[in-house]
């Protein structure tokens, strides 16, 4: 056998709270990659509900990519949510016309392009990422963790605002990590390697490439 069949729903059959997540997204401005999973605590349904100030005239879109593993509750803001900083007031008059329409020409809402969750990224409970915002490959966010800053490949960030409290391999491994990309294997070869994979032995995952 090789691994659960990634087009299937409920990976789990008695725990329907999980899902592979690319199987239920309806929104064709997120993306997401094979076995990367989503579990929640009352729906994984919610998941889209979680994806915040998504709207299609924005254009700006969610990617994430597989093997990734997302917690409950975790919330991505996008561009939409951004109001302007550099007047006095951030508060956006000429949305509600009426007159305050006249500065509509002068308005100028950030917008600050796509938000990235590469691969093999595990994402704690009630987690926050913020618009733009990508998240390197083999990364961890802990629980509640609001991300504001790009996050570099195999970190671990916590905090409000986030911040790398320990890099999980030396850098001379990590640039060895991402060159194998093991996730971009097909899922047979993955299956011949997976003890490797979850070991902690970079140099002889290396060999397997």
């Known amino acids: 056998m090789n691994g659960p069949e990634p087009s299937t729903i409920y990976p789990l059959p008695h725990h329907q709270k999980m899902v592979f997540l690319k199987n239920i997204i309806q929104n064709p401005n997120i993306q997401v990659g094979d076995y990367t999973y989503y579990d929640d605590l009352e729906n994984p349904y919610n998941f889209e509900k979680n994806v ?3 709207f299609d005239f924005i254009g700006d879109k969610l990617l ?8 409950s509750g975790v919330k991505f803001i996008m561009n939409v949510g951004n109001h302007e900083t550099n007047p006095i007031s951030g508060y956006p008059f000429a949305i509600f016309g009426n007159g305050w329409e006249s500065i509509e020409s ?5 917008v600050k392009g796509d938000t990235v969750v590469e691969n093999d990224v595990w994402m704690g409970t009630d987690a926050v990422i913020m618009p733009g915002i990508r998240i390197g490959n083999g990364a961890i966010v802990a629980a509640k963790a609001v991300v504001t800053k790009n996050v570099p490949d195999y970190a671990i960030v916590a905090g409000n605002p986030a911040v790398v409290v320990k890099m999980r391999f030396p850098d001379d491994q990590i640039v060895k990590l991402l060159s194998i990309a093991w996730w971009n294997w097909d899922v047979a ?8 994979i979850h070991s902690a032995d970079v140099d ?6």
């Open 189 to 196: 070869k993955i299956t011949r390697n997976l003890q490797l």
């Open 52 to 54: 915040l100030y998504h």
């Open 64 to 71: 994430i990519g597989k093997f990734c593993a997302i917690a």
């Open 106 to 110: 002068d308005v100028s809402y950030p």
């Open 204 to 209: 002889a995952l290396a060999k397997c490439v």
